[in-house]
């Protein structure tokens, strides 16, 4: 490999919320990034960011895949398809499962020596006795878990193959100044119009994004890491209620207070999809916003503490303040 390689790094994924976080972030510590974009226009910011370089290409793509990982030491594959409507399993399996294999052999055949694929914590399901650490049970409950945990397998069996390090991520639920995902939560708070279904006794397990990119970088970089698999999330987890509560309380509102049973709700989902998905149309309720209020999601990040160095540094508290400022200065609360 050329000796300017020994700093270089692929981000895939980069226009989205965590990969241009991470992007960014490795530029910033004075790493050579390549980010992989399959819409340039999307990318001015990246392109205009002081080492980042800007790969306009499908990740689906033989010969996108090859100019990317070209003289690439590390690859942070971030790309996956979320959750969309209209999108056919066949899609997300191509993305999710298909190219993220054919990226660690392309990354094995160019000389890189690590590859970091960001998975979920979604593949194990609702957490039956939390918190949950990597070994426990895996129950991936959609055609996007389904798929993430498919990826994992895939990616495993490329490296073994191919003689290339990997280490698999699973992020909890990310969250802080970008991020959209979470903004009805943290809007229909603010706004007094955010209703409780169910107890609100789950537990819901969030990540910063600085602290989130702190540990791919760590993933990338730690020696010991190959091979592993690590959960990543925040240094607090708490219930759904309290975590409302605290949102509130920082919006400076009464947390809500009313609570609505759950099976209405789960029906009506049901009902929704039914309709929309087949038409391509983007259902109002899904069964899994409603998941949202049932499934528990608390984990234990003693592995990655212990094997990585991983320490989040931002509180509950502290990044929900940071998120609702800067949503504030978007003119979205």
């Known amino acids: 490999m050329p000796s300017d390689a020994t700093s270089r790094v692929l981000v895939t994924g980069a226009t989205g919320f965590t990969g241009g976080h991470l992007a960014r972030a490795l530029a910033a510590r004075g790493e050579r990034v390549r980010v992989l974009v399959r819409d340039g226009a999307r990318a001015g910011d990246l392109a205009a960011t002081p080492g980042i370089e800007v790969c306009v290409g499908d990740l689906k793509d033989p010969a996108a895949r090859t100019r990317a990982v070209d003289r690439v030491v590390t690859v942070y594959n971030i790309a996956a398809i979320y959750r969309q409507a209209g999108v056919p399993a066949s899609e997300y399996r191509a993305v999710n499962t298909e ?32 918190p949950a650490n990597e070994d426990a049970p895996l129950r991936p409950g959609d055609v996007y878990q389904e798929t993430k945990l498919e990826g994992e397998r895939a990616a495993r069996e490329a490296a073994q193959a191919a003689g290339i390090e990997l280490v698999i991520a699973r992020p909890s639920g990310i969250y802080g100044p970008g991020d959209r995902r979470l903004l009805k939560l943290f809007r229909g708070v603010a706004r007094r119009r955010f209703l409780i279904l169910g107890a609100g006794n789950i537990y819901y397990h969030l990540t910063y994004i600085d602290d989130l990119v702190e540990g791919f970088r760590l993933c990338g970089t730690v020696p010991a890491a190959a091979g592993r698999t690590y959960i990543l999330a925040g240094g607090e987890v708490g219930t759904l209620t309290a975590l409302v509560g605290l949102v509130a309380e920082e919006a400076g509102v009464n947390p809500p207070s009313l609570h609505l049973p759950v099976w209405p709700f789960s029906l009506a989902g049901a009902l929704c999809e039914a309709v929309c998905v087949p038409l391509r149309i983007e259902p109002p309720l899904y069964r899994r916003r409603v998941d949202f209020f049932t499934k528990s999601r608390a984990f234990d990040i003693g592995r990655a503490k212990a094997e990585l160095g991983f320490a989040p ?5 502290q990044g929900i303040r940071r998120s609702l400022e800067w949503y504030r200065a978007k003119g979205w609360l």
């Open 99 to 130: 190219a993220v294999a054919e990226l660690v052999w392309a990354a094995a055949r160019a000389g890189a020596r690590r590859v970091v694929h960001c998975s979920t914590v979604g593949v194990h399901g609702d957490v039956e006795h939390p």
């Open 313 to 317: 540094t931002v509180g509950l508290r």
